[in-house]
């Protein structure tokens, strides 16, 4: 951590700063933030969406989007320089080298047509005099020095040949190959597996220290911020609610918003385990297993050997009513493969599902496997995406019971029951998606999923997508229904603290294959396997107990 | 990859053999008897009825038709029942102009309406936007053959810069040929400089939110190399699409443009082909019209393997 008591000038210094939207009804999206960073410092805005941390950051990159937002008032210094009334020109020069930016989608932030070489080439063609092989020499180890195997190779690649961690590394590399001064994150791990998360966290810090680079992180995730920040910057609505240091913020919050921001992140303390039930499960999987094959029938006439992926490897469950099993792992783990073979989606390789009793592994398209689907629903990640633009709430939600031949009077009617048990109003029928919040469209794919009277409610990542204090209503309202109805929940999540808060039971699954499977006290608390020790540990604030509001002595 | 392109020209046989017979039978269910046309309108029925005889028009269809089919398997493309000489040889002295005059048009559309696109893209809602989204309508709107007389009224007739009409093969030198084709090539362009503009510019306003080109100006790279290395190649795969498929629109007969300009080409061949019901030559042109369709979309797919890295064909 930096010392702060040294009186070096900030590398980045924002005062009263105020952006708009252009145009003639201007909306204020900024009301007037202001913080420092200096040298080798690491300073985390804070906030939930829409609260104009990704604003703050592309005003200081002068990349606010032309004719849409501008800065109205204030000013933000890099080195001394003021970059508000700085000419195009200028910040043009600053951007890449003075200061740098990594995007929260490694996925999308490459250019997929171009290779990671030229990519990297044309930072230093932008900014600096060399020769092609001192460009490319320095490219090579620059890729080295963000721990990127075989560097050659990653040179003469293309975006999509490479993981999600390892493009991010990349997006890195381009940041810091010309050693800025300022470095902003927007949320630079978001869409990464936690381990990998960990990695990259480990190496901006290892990079930050090695180059004394300010760094400016915005993140939603409180954990990555206690393992981080220097200090702390809370934003909401574009004003800064809150600031201090690491240790201020979070054990000694003074505004009401930070305190609850804090109260909603999940401890990864498992909640107590509820009383087992006997019976007959709900649903009952055994020795699942799905392959898929790439490759094509003309090449299987050739005699090419078609690409074998053994998604789902001999996996089996039981869950009961009213009980709710996590499905935890990292991308690739087959987690979501296990839910869609379950809503057969998609047809698996061998093995049994039973629902209630009946195996629908086998069942053909048709009527029976129409009936056995009413019976498992499904609520899926992004709210944004699962729900048509183009259909009133009310014709999403009655469209499955009309499949199954209910009358459209009966099936509205439930809809506007339980749009209200979601906690939505009646009017909201009439609505269309794009007018609601995400956390409210994740509440009206759950209404949709219940309007089929399930038994088994599989959720695939159902809050990832919501900020912490949506996530936690989403949360309730999912354990309240399952309390009132008996539900059966299937949660899959990559999440160790939504985990530990609402399931029963936890399978781990790595490859395909389940490495551990127990109570979620058992497996949280006292992992048997390297694995899930693994995951664990790379959770982002386990040293902090975000409801006492001190560091946990590190558990080993 | 070779596999692929195989693969795809094998399946462009039964494509062939397919069109091949519904030409010749929509030839034969049109109404209009190429007897009738060769002998005129004073020839009596007996006469008629030999000319039937010697063109093999009495045989029943299924004969003629496998017929022909054998014959071409053989190269033979029958003669012309007008002029009597091989259709092959008809078509070829023909094709040389149309595809100059096509080629031309091209590019003259991609050099002309990239830029528009892009610049019009750049600034969303502003002057240039405006202004090209403005002559693309223009472009759409105003016929052909009007564009054709107000190109030859101004640069021809009243500034005396181009010739007025005619056509010089590139055998008689580059300037005389650029000469001719300009003016016919640039009319010819003008719709499809209105379609690739703007599709250039709905292709580049899609890429231009993307993450990669905040990426690419973050890196503090210049506007141009921002748009034409990062965006414009991106939004390549529309716009190979409208150029590929309008070049081949192009070859298969552009019709006014030659008759406006007096271009020897392949589009009034048909013209004549279809009025004198010449069987054998009508065929051959489409079968030759099918023919670069396939070619031409198998280099479209091609092409978009060589812009994108993700497409690969196996």
Known sequence: MADHTTAAPPVLSIRDLRVSTCGREPVEILKGVGFDIAPGETVCLVGESGSGKSVTSLVTMDLLPQGELCATSGSVKLNGEEILTATPARTKTLRGSDMAMIFQEPMTALNPVLKIGLQMDEVYRAHRRMSPAERRQAALEVFASVHLPDPPRIYDSYPHQLSGGQRQRVMIAMALALKPRLLIADEPTTALDVTTQKQILTLIRELQEQQNTAVLFITHDMGVVADIADRVCVMRHGEMVESGTVEEVLSRPTQLYTQALLRAVPSLTPRKPRPEVTGTPAIEVNALEKVFQIGSLAGQLMGRAPHRVHAVNRVSFRLAQGRTLGIVGESGSGKSTVARCVLRLEDPSAGEIRIDGQDIARLRAGKALASARRRVQMVFQDPNRSLNPRLRIAESMIEGPLNLGESRASALGRAGELIEVVGLPRTSLQRFPHQFSGGQRQRIAIARALMMDPEVIVADEAVSALDVSVQAQVLELLADLQAKRNLAILFITHDLRVAAQICDEVMVMRRGAVVEHGPAAEVLAHPRHDYTRSLIAAAPGRDWDFAAGRRLEVLT | ?314
């Open chain 2, 1 to 314: 990859m070779l596999y692929y392109l195989l693969r795809r020209l094998l399946m462009a046989v039964p494509v062939m053999f397919l069109i091949a017979l519904i030409v010749f039978l929509l030839l034969r269910l049109t109404p209009g008897d190429p007897a009738q046309a060769i002998a005129g309108d004073q020839a009596s029925p007996e006469q008629i009825a030999a000319i039937r005889d010697s063109l093999g028009l009495d045989a029943p269809l299924t004969t003629q038709f496998t017929t022909w089919i054998g014959n071409m398997l053989h190269g033979d493309f029958g003669n012309s029942l007008i002029s009597q000489r091989p259709v092959l040889e008809m078509i070829g002295q023909r094709i040389g102009p149309t595809l100059a005059l096509a080629t031309v048009a091209m590019i003259l559309t991609v050099i002309i309406s990239l830029p528009l696109g892009v610049a019009a893209a750049r600034r969303h809602g502003g002057l240039v936007d405006r202004l090209v989204m403005s002559l693309s309508v223009l472009g759409f709107s105003v016929p052909i053959f009007v564009i054709g007389y107000v190109l030859i009224g101004i640069f021809a007739v009243h500034l005396k810069w181009f010739p007025v009409q005619g056509y010089k093969p590139l055998s008689d030198g580059i300037w005389p040929f650029l000469h001719r084709i300009f003016l016919p090539g640039l009319a010819l362009s003008s719709i499809y400089i209105a379609l690739v503009s703007r599709m250039t510019r709905a292709a580049m306003l899609e890429v231009l939110r993307e993450d990669y080109i905040r990426t690419a100006r973050a890196k503090g790279l210049s506007e141009r190399v921002v748009l034409f290395r990062h965006a414009l190649r991106n939004a390549a795969i529309p716009i190979l699409t409208v150029v590929g498929t309008g070049f081949a629109m192009m070859i298969s007969g552009v019709v006014v443009t030659e008759t406006v300009f007096n271009v020897p080409g392949l589009g009034r061949l048909v013209v004549d082909a279809v009025l004198a019901r010449d069987y054998p030559l009508i065929q051959a042109i489409i079968l030759l019209t099918a023919g670069t369709y396939v070619v031409i979309n198998l280099l479209i797919d091609v092409s978009y393997a060589l812009t994108d890295p993700r497409i690969r064909y196996q």
